[in-house]
């Protein structure tokens, strides 16, 4: 499994790659990278592109410890934060279903899914339609 993550500071964007198979620690190992990231801020945009990923470890215990720690930080600084999950499998939908259901109790956290890669990047405040092209625009 893979996970990776890309900030566009000019744009407030954090863009999360997912590629095969989800496990809780990979997804650990990011977060912690990206919570002591230079470019770090309360308040970035997330876009969670879970297109690839094959399948999830479903250890719901450690996915919802794991979730609470990431709504402390995206939700408890008085600042709301955005994250939009692009999704294209009933697999991935049901992932999303399990973290939005973690997140349910936090203020300051809109989480939405999206299939659609061009409306996802737009509910972002992104004039790309394209992932591709905002990697192209704003390196």
């Given at each position: 499994?893979?996970v990776?993550?890309?900030?566009?500071?000019n744009?407030?964007?954090?863009?999360?790659?997912?590629?095969?198979f989800?496990?809780?620690?990979?997804?650990?190992?990011?977060?912690?990278?990206y919570?002591?990231?230079?470019?770090?801020?309360?308040g970035?945009?997330?876009?969670v592109?879970?297109?690839?990923?094959?399948?999830f470890e479903?250890?719901?215990?450690?996915?919802?410890?794991?979730q609470?720690?990431?709504?402390?930080?995206?939700?408890t600084?008085?600042?709301?934060?955005?994250?939009?999950y692009?999704?294209?499998?009933?697999?991935?939908?049901?992932?999303?279903?399990?973290?939005l259901?973690?997140w349910?109790?936090?203020?300051?956290?809109?989480?939405?899914?999206?299939?659609?890669?061009?409306?996802a990047?737009?509910?972002?405040?992104?004039?790309?339609n394209?992932?591709?092209?905002?990697?192209?625009?704003?390196?």
């Amino acid at each position: 499994m893979s996970v990776s993550y890309r900030i566009f500071p000019n744009r407030g964007l954090v863009y999360v790659r997912y590629q095969g198979f989800a496990l809780v620690a990979d997804t650990e190992r990011a977060f912690a990278a990206y919570t002591v990231d230079p470019d770090c801020r309360p308040g970035q945009k997330q876009l969670v592109d879970l297109r690839e990923v094959t399948g999830f470890e479903r250890d719901y215990t450690k996915l919802m410890q794991l979730q609470a720690r990431k709504a402390e930080l995206f939700a408890t600084q008085g600042i709301e934060t955005l994250v939009v999950y692009l999704v294209s499998s009933a697999e991935t939908r049901d992932m999303v279903r399990t973290v939005l259901q973690a997140w349910e109790s936090f203020d300051g956290l809109v989480a939405l899914m999206q299939t659609d890669e061009a409306e996802a990047l737009h509910l972002l405040g992104q004039p790309e339609n394209t992932i591709q092209a905002l990697v192209e625009k704003v390196g």
